[in-house]
């Protein structure tokens, strides 16, 4: 999945200003509440989101000098950095995800368009820098859900959901325990096959709930399966 970067920074600004006058709104009991992510309150989320902010910086100047940077100091050091920030109160959560979405929105204004083609060490091994913005874009629309502060999957813009669902989909076919299954946009005769199609079940839906269900963020509520039948069960996503 290739797109011009630089095409999804509107989409990423929009998102970003919705996750952060959702963060705006949460007092300290908000905070400290459980997120959808087991273990995780509100304000690991939030503090993960900052602290990816800054990950996906260091790769972008990675990209821009050359210089090979992770982006992460270590697995251990981002766990305790996001356990330590998740201490914090409420305005002070809010101020590190503004200034840390800011410092992203400025490095990838300073990438000269040759450095996009570089490749980077992003946490889960080697990715495209133009890849970048779209995983901002993916952690912010994703973790925004994981809140559970009144933004759900039926709110994701039209265009991220099915590119979502792409990308999701995209990545099912390259693995042994994904269920073989035929997805079907709701309205539409378009059809995404995982696995051998032959005898599966399709699932139909909105692009939200076939995506927000293969990674497990709900979305069964919109989904259909023919023939009759419980849902299959997605492999854990990423």
């Not at 990950?55 to 050091?77: D, H």
């Not at 973790?143 to 792409?166: K, T």
Request: glycine letters at 8%; charged letters at 20%.
């Amino acid at each position: 999945m290739t797109a011009d970067p630089l095409l999804l920074t509107g989409d990423l600004d929009d998102a970003t200003t919705r996750l952060l006058r959702t963060a705006a709104a949460l007092d300290d009991a908000d905070v400290a509440a459980p997120s959808l992510l087991p273990g995780w309150t509100r304000a690991h989320v939030l503090t993960h989101l900052a602290r990816n902010a800054d990950g996906f910086v260091n790769l972008l100047t990675s990209a821009r000098t050359g210089e090979r940077i992770p982006m992460y100091a270590s697995t251990a050091a981002r766990a305790a950095d996001i356990a330590t920030g998740a201490a914090r109160p409420p305005a002070a959560l809010l101020d590190d995800l503004r200034r840390s979405a800011e410092r992203f929105a400025e490095a990838v204004a300073a990438m000269p368009v040759q450095a996009w083609a570089a490749t980077v060490e992003a946490r889960r091994g080697p990715w495209p820098a133009a890849m970048l913005v779209w995983g901002r874009l993916r952690e912010v629309e994703v973790h925004h859900v994981d809140l559970a502060a009144g933004y759900a999957p039926a709110d994701w813009p039209e265009a991220f959901a099915q590119r979502l669902l792409h990308e999701v989909t995209s990545g099912l076919a390259d693995r042994d325990d994904a269920p073989a299954l035929v997805l079907r946009f709701d309205g539409s005769s378009h059809e995404v096959a995982v696995g051998d199609p032959d005898g599966a079940p399709t699932v139909t839906g909105p692009a939200h709930g076939l995506a927000a269900w293969l990674i497990g963020r709900g979305g069964a509520d919109t989904l259909a399966v023919t023939p009759d039948g419980p849902l299959p069960t997605p492999p854990e996503w990423m």
